[in-house]
């Protein structure tokens, strides 16, 4: 079983970036695909960027264009680079494997606001 500590998360203005990073208790190079969702208050979670072992990557619509996902698979470590952040990006965002979803972590709490 592989557990997951998000981290990164803060306040920024709208248009400013963050990168969050998740580590994994162990390796994640076995994991078919790993992705990240966000849950907003009152909200259901949702999968916003996943990637799969080799390279490929999907993001929902509403990212597309801002937010890059990759893995450090070395460090056993996955990164959301998010760009251009607008108010409606608020939300906690989790890690995990899409697929076989292990437990969830924390989060990291991102707000975007003037």
């Known amino acids: 079983q592989v557990q997951f500590v998000e981290s990164g998360g803060g306040l920024v203005q709208p248009g400013g970036s963050l990168r969050l990073s998740c580590a994994a208790s162990?390796?994640?190079?076995?994991?078919?695909?790993m992705g990240w969702y966000r849950q907003a208050s009152g909200k259901q979670r949702e999968l916003v960027a996943a990637?799969?072992?080799?390279?490929?990557?999907n993001y929902a619509d509403s990212v597309k264009g801002r937010f890059t996902i990759s893995t450090d698979y070395a460090k056993n470590t996955v990164y959301l680079q998010m760009n251009s952040l607008k108010p409606e990006d608020t939300a906690v965002y989790y890690c995990?494997?899409?697929?076989?979803?292990?437990?969830w972590g924390q989060g990291t709490q991102v707000t975007v606001s003037s």
């Open positions: 162990g390796s994640i190079f076995s994991i078919v695909a």
């Open positions: 995990n494997a899409p697929y076989a979803l292990e437990p």
């Open positions: 990637i799969s072992t080799g390279g490929p990557s």
